[in-house]
Protein backbone atom coordinates (compact mmCIF):
# COMPACT_ATOMS: atom_id res chain seq x y z
CA UNK A 1 0.00 0.00 0.00
CA UNK A 2 1.27 3.57 -0.74
CA UNK A 3 2.12 5.95 1.67
CA UNK A 4 -0.11 8.67 1.73
CA UNK A 5 1.74 12.52 2.14
CA UNK A 6 0.57 15.51 1.86
CA UNK A 7 3.24 18.20 1.00
CA UNK A 8 2.79 21.97 1.63
CA UNK A 9 3.57 22.60 -2.41
CA UNK A 10 0.96 19.74 -3.26
CA UNK A 11 -1.91 21.27 -0.49
CA UNK A 12 -0.84 24.99 -2.10
CA UNK A 13 -1.02 23.85 -5.91
CA UNK A 14 -4.59 22.17 -4.93
CA UNK A 15 -6.22 24.75 -3.00
CA UNK A 16 -4.56 27.41 -6.22
CA UNK A 17 -6.69 25.55 -8.41
CA UNK A 18 -9.74 25.72 -6.09
CA UNK A 19 -9.47 29.27 -5.88
CA UNK A 20 -8.78 29.82 -9.45
CA UNK A 21 -12.46 27.71 -10.15
CA UNK A 22 -14.06 30.16 -7.71
CA UNK A 23 -12.75 33.54 -9.18
CA UNK A 24 -12.22 33.21 -12.32
CA UNK A 25 -12.49 35.25 -14.79
CA UNK A 26 -13.55 38.59 -12.47
CA UNK A 27 -12.69 37.77 -9.01
CA UNK A 28 -15.31 38.33 -6.56
CA UNK A 29 -17.88 40.76 -7.47
CA UNK A 30 -19.63 41.24 -4.73
CA UNK A 31 -16.98 41.27 -1.90
CA UNK A 32 -14.96 43.99 -3.62
CA UNK A 33 -17.81 46.41 -2.95
CA UNK A 34 -16.25 46.84 0.33
CA UNK A 35 -14.14 49.56 -0.29
CA UNK A 36 -12.68 49.52 3.17
CA UNK A 37 -9.79 47.96 4.34
CA UNK A 38 -11.66 47.11 7.53
CA UNK A 39 -9.55 44.37 9.69
CA UNK A 40 -11.72 41.78 11.81
CA UNK A 41 -11.73 38.73 13.74
CA UNK A 42 -13.22 36.07 12.76
CA UNK A 43 -14.31 32.58 14.29
CA UNK A 44 -14.17 29.03 12.51
CA UNK A 45 -16.76 27.02 14.51
CA UNK A 46 -18.33 23.89 13.76
CA UNK A 47 -22.06 22.83 13.86
CA UNK A 48 -21.57 19.86 15.17
CA UNK A 49 -19.42 17.07 16.63
CA UNK A 50 -16.68 15.99 14.20
CA UNK A 51 -13.24 14.62 13.64
CA UNK A 52 -11.38 17.82 12.06
CA UNK A 53 -9.30 17.28 9.41
CA UNK A 54 -8.01 19.50 6.48
CA UNK A 55 -6.42 22.97 8.52
CA UNK A 56 -3.87 23.40 6.05
CA UNK A 57 -6.17 23.45 3.33
CA UNK A 58 -8.07 26.42 4.97
CA UNK A 59 -4.87 27.91 6.05
CA UNK A 60 -3.53 28.01 2.48
CA UNK A 61 -6.91 28.88 1.14
CA UNK A 62 -6.85 32.83 3.10
CA UNK A 63 -2.73 33.26 2.58
CA UNK A 64 -3.21 32.42 -1.04
CA UNK A 65 -5.35 35.35 -1.05
CA UNK A 66 -3.51 37.30 1.74
CA UNK A 67 -0.22 36.59 3.40
CA UNK A 68 -1.22 39.04 6.19
CA UNK A 69 -4.45 37.38 7.12
CA UNK A 70 -3.42 35.63 10.47
CA UNK A 71 -4.56 31.62 10.84
CA UNK A 72 -4.41 30.61 14.12
CA UNK A 73 -5.54 26.91 15.38
CA UNK A 74 -6.84 25.77 18.53
CA UNK A 75 -8.18 22.64 17.48
CA UNK A 76 -5.47 20.22 15.59
CA UNK A 77 -6.02 17.98 12.50
CA UNK A 78 -7.32 14.57 13.47
CA UNK A 79 -9.08 15.56 16.75
CA UNK A 80 -12.22 15.08 17.87
CA UNK A 81 -14.62 18.50 18.38
CA UNK A 82 -18.21 18.92 19.58
CA UNK A 83 -20.98 21.26 18.26
CA UNK A 84 -20.33 24.91 18.80
CA UNK A 85 -16.26 23.75 19.26
CA UNK A 86 -14.18 27.43 18.29
CA UNK A 87 -11.37 25.49 15.84
CA UNK A 88 -9.76 28.68 14.88
CA UNK A 89 -9.36 32.43 14.59
CA UNK A 90 -9.14 34.15 11.68
CA UNK A 91 -7.70 38.03 11.47
CA UNK A 92 -7.05 40.13 8.63
CA UNK A 93 -8.72 42.25 5.85
CA UNK A 94 -12.66 41.48 6.17
CA UNK A 95 -12.78 41.69 1.86
CA UNK A 96 -10.13 38.89 1.54
CA UNK A 97 -11.32 36.63 3.92
CA UNK A 98 -14.42 37.03 2.29
CA UNK A 99 -12.78 35.69 -0.92
CA UNK A 100 -11.41 32.63 0.58
CA UNK A 101 -14.19 31.49 3.16
CA UNK A 102 -16.26 29.37 0.77
CA UNK A 103 -12.80 27.18 -0.98
CA UNK A 104 -11.70 26.84 2.72
CA UNK A 105 -15.15 25.85 4.16
CA UNK A 106 -15.32 23.62 1.26
CA UNK A 107 -12.62 21.21 1.77
CA UNK A 108 -12.21 21.60 5.48
CA UNK A 109 -16.21 19.84 5.27
CA UNK A 110 -15.27 17.18 3.14
CA UNK A 111 -11.98 16.48 4.50
CA UNK A 112 -13.64 16.53 7.92
CA UNK A 113 -16.70 14.06 6.75
CA UNK A 114 -14.15 11.24 5.45
CA UNK A 115 -12.55 11.55 8.59
CA UNK A 116 -15.89 11.84 10.98
CA UNK A 117 -17.37 8.79 9.24
CA UNK A 118 -13.80 6.70 9.00
CA UNK A 119 -13.99 6.89 13.22
CA UNK A 120 -17.44 6.08 13.44
CA UNK A 121 -16.21 2.39 11.64
CA UNK A 122 -12.94 2.34 14.25
CA UNK A 123 -14.65 2.83 17.03
CA UNK A 124 -17.03 -0.07 16.35
CA UNK A 125 -14.56 -2.39 15.49
CA UNK A 126 -11.74 -1.62 18.02
CA UNK A 127 -8.18 -2.46 17.73
CA UNK A 128 -8.00 -6.11 16.46
CA UNK A 129 -9.68 -5.13 12.94
CA UNK A 130 -8.29 -2.57 10.31
CA UNK A 131 -11.33 -0.42 8.66
CA UNK A 132 -9.53 0.69 4.90
CA UNK A 133 -10.47 2.58 2.30
CA UNK A 134 -10.82 1.84 -1.66
CA UNK A 135 -10.16 2.82 -4.74
CA UNK A 136 -13.69 4.35 -4.69
CA UNK A 137 -12.54 7.82 -4.82
CA UNK A 138 -13.72 11.11 -6.18
CA UNK A 139 -10.99 11.67 -9.77
CA UNK A 140 -7.81 13.67 -8.88
CA UNK A 141 -9.11 14.01 -4.79
CA UNK A 142 -7.66 10.57 -4.01
CA UNK A 143 -4.54 11.49 -2.22
CA UNK A 144 -6.72 14.14 -0.35
CA UNK A 145 -9.27 11.35 0.42
CA UNK A 146 -7.06 8.67 1.57
CA UNK A 147 -5.54 11.67 4.07
CA UNK A 148 -8.52 11.97 4.92
CA UNK A 149 -9.44 8.24 5.75
CA UNK A 150 -5.91 8.39 7.94
CA UNK A 151 -7.15 11.42 10.08
CA UNK A 152 -10.00 9.53 11.13
CA UNK A 153 -8.19 6.27 11.94
CA UNK A 154 -8.65 4.38 9.16
CA UNK A 155 -6.04 2.67 6.88
CA UNK A 156 -5.30 3.10 3.08
CA UNK A 157 -5.78 0.23 0.55
CA UNK A 158 -4.09 0.04 -2.44
CA UNK A 159 -3.37 3.97 -4.15
CA UNK A 160 -3.85 2.46 -7.69
CA UNK A 161 -3.48 -0.36 -10.03
CA UNK A 162 0.05 -0.46 -10.01
CA UNK A 163 0.98 -0.79 -6.64
CA UNK A 164 -0.44 -4.23 -5.54
CA UNK A 165 -2.18 -7.55 -7.31
CA UNK A 166 -6.07 -7.46 -6.70
CA UNK A 167 -7.45 -10.25 -8.69
CA UNK A 168 -11.09 -9.60 -8.62
CA UNK A 169 -14.22 -11.47 -9.27
CA UNK A 170 -14.25 -9.99 -13.10
CA UNK A 171 -10.82 -10.97 -13.60
CA UNK A 172 -11.81 -14.97 -12.43
CA UNK A 173 -15.22 -14.48 -14.92
CA UNK A 174 -12.65 -14.23 -17.48
CA UNK A 175 -9.93 -16.60 -16.85
CA UNK A 176 -9.15 -19.78 -14.17
CA UNK A 177 -8.24 -18.49 -10.63
CA UNK A 178 -5.59 -20.89 -9.68
CA UNK A 179 -3.62 -19.82 -13.05
CA UNK A 180 -4.16 -16.13 -12.22
CA UNK A 181 -2.83 -16.78 -9.17
CA UNK A 182 0.21 -18.80 -10.29
CA UNK A 183 0.80 -15.88 -13.07
CA UNK A 184 0.64 -13.30 -10.14
CA UNK A 185 3.56 -15.27 -7.96
CA UNK A 186 5.60 -15.37 -10.62
CA UNK A 187 5.69 -11.87 -11.69
CA UNK A 188 5.27 -10.86 -8.10
CA UNK A 189 8.82 -8.58 -7.89
CA UNK A 190 8.09 -7.52 -4.63
CA UNK A 191 4.55 -6.78 -4.95
CA UNK A 192 1.97 -7.76 -2.70
CA UNK A 193 -0.76 -10.37 -3.72
CA UNK A 194 -4.79 -10.20 -2.75
CA UNK A 195 -7.14 -12.52 -4.41
CA UNK A 196 -11.40 -12.36 -3.82
CA UNK A 197 -13.22 -14.98 -3.93
CA UNK A 198 -17.25 -14.77 -2.97
CA UNK A 199 -17.70 -18.22 -2.59
CA UNK A 200 -15.47 -21.18 -0.41
CA UNK A 201 -14.68 -23.27 -3.40
CA UNK A 202 -12.35 -21.14 -4.88
CA UNK A 203 -10.69 -20.32 -1.55
CA UNK A 204 -10.56 -23.95 -1.47
CA UNK A 205 -8.91 -24.17 -5.05
CA UNK A 206 -5.94 -21.59 -4.27
CA UNK A 207 -5.01 -22.24 -0.34
CA UNK A 208 -1.78 -23.22 -0.07
CA UNK A 209 -0.33 -21.00 -3.19
CA UNK A 210 1.42 -18.25 -1.86
CA UNK A 211 0.18 -14.65 -1.84
CA UNK A 212 -0.48 -12.29 0.82
CA UNK A 213 -4.60 -11.85 1.78
CA UNK A 214 -7.67 -12.99 0.54
CA UNK A 215 -10.34 -10.83 0.39
CA UNK A 216 -14.11 -12.29 0.91
CA UNK A 217 -16.54 -10.08 -0.74
CA UNK A 218 -20.68 -10.02 -0.34
CA UNK A 219 -20.04 -12.96 1.83
CA UNK A 220 -22.87 -14.00 5.30
CA UNK A 221 -21.19 -13.42 7.98
CA UNK A 222 -21.78 -17.57 8.38
CA UNK A 223 -19.54 -18.46 5.38
CA UNK A 224 -17.32 -15.88 6.42
CA UNK A 225 -16.07 -17.25 9.74
CA UNK A 226 -15.57 -20.72 8.34
CA UNK A 227 -13.44 -18.88 5.38
CA UNK A 228 -11.50 -17.07 7.44
CA UNK A 229 -10.65 -20.50 9.96
CA UNK A 230 -9.57 -22.33 6.63
CA UNK A 231 -7.62 -18.84 6.01
CA UNK A 232 -6.35 -17.42 8.83
CA UNK A 233 -3.34 -19.62 8.70
CA UNK A 234 -2.00 -18.56 5.66
CA UNK A 235 -3.05 -15.27 4.74
CA UNK A 236 -4.15 -11.86 6.02
CA UNK A 237 -8.21 -12.17 5.67
CA UNK A 238 -10.19 -9.07 4.73
CA UNK A 239 -13.71 -8.32 3.96
CA UNK A 240 -16.06 -6.49 1.83
CA UNK A 241 -19.11 -5.60 -0.02
CA UNK A 242 -22.01 -3.38 1.12
CA UNK A 243 -20.84 -3.25 5.00
CA UNK A 244 -22.45 -0.34 6.32
CA UNK A 245 -21.81 1.06 10.50
CA UNK A 246 -25.27 -1.59 11.59
CA UNK A 247 -23.49 -5.18 10.28
CA UNK A 248 -19.15 -3.78 10.73
CA UNK A 249 -19.05 -4.98 14.32
CA UNK A 250 -20.95 -8.69 13.61
CA UNK A 251 -18.57 -8.97 10.13
CA UNK A 252 -15.56 -7.99 12.22
CA UNK A 253 -16.59 -10.53 14.41
CA UNK A 254 -15.85 -13.11 11.94
CA UNK A 255 -12.25 -12.85 12.61
CA UNK A 256 -11.23 -11.02 9.88
CA UNK A 257 -8.08 -9.05 9.93
CA UNK A 258 -9.30 -5.87 7.52
CA UNK A 259 -12.68 -4.84 5.99
CA UNK A 260 -12.64 -2.40 2.52
CA UNK A 261 -15.77 -0.13 3.13
CA UNK A 262 -16.40 2.09 -0.17
CA UNK A 263 -18.30 4.73 1.38
CA UNK A 264 -16.25 6.27 3.50
CA UNK A 265 -14.53 8.27 0.58
CA UNK A 266 -17.53 8.19 -1.76
CA UNK A 267 -20.13 8.17 0.42
CA UNK A 268 -19.44 10.62 3.58
CA UNK A 269 -21.33 13.42 4.46
CA UNK A 270 -19.96 17.14 4.71
CA UNK A 271 -19.15 18.12 7.89
CA UNK A 272 -21.19 21.86 8.77
CA UNK A 273 -18.78 24.69 9.63
CA UNK A 274 -19.16 27.61 9.94
CA UNK A 275 -17.05 31.73 9.62
CA UNK A 276 -18.63 33.76 12.45
CA UNK A 277 -17.85 37.49 11.98
Do not use: W
Request: net charge positive; aromatic share 8%; hydrophobic share 40%.
Amino acid sequence: MSRIELSENFIKNTVKLALNEDLYPLGDITSNLLENKKIIKAKLISNENAIVAGLMFVKYAFSLIDKRIKFIVKKKDGSFVKKKSLIAIIQGNAQNILIAERVALNFLSHISGIATKTNKFVKLVGKKCKICCTRKTIPNLRVIQKYAVKLGGGFNHRFNLSDEFLIKDNHVSSYDIKLLVSSAIKKKKGKRITVEVDNLSQLKQIIGLKFDCVLFDNMNNKNLKLGVKLAKKYYETEASGNINLKTVKSVAATGVDRISIGSITHSAPAIDFKIEF
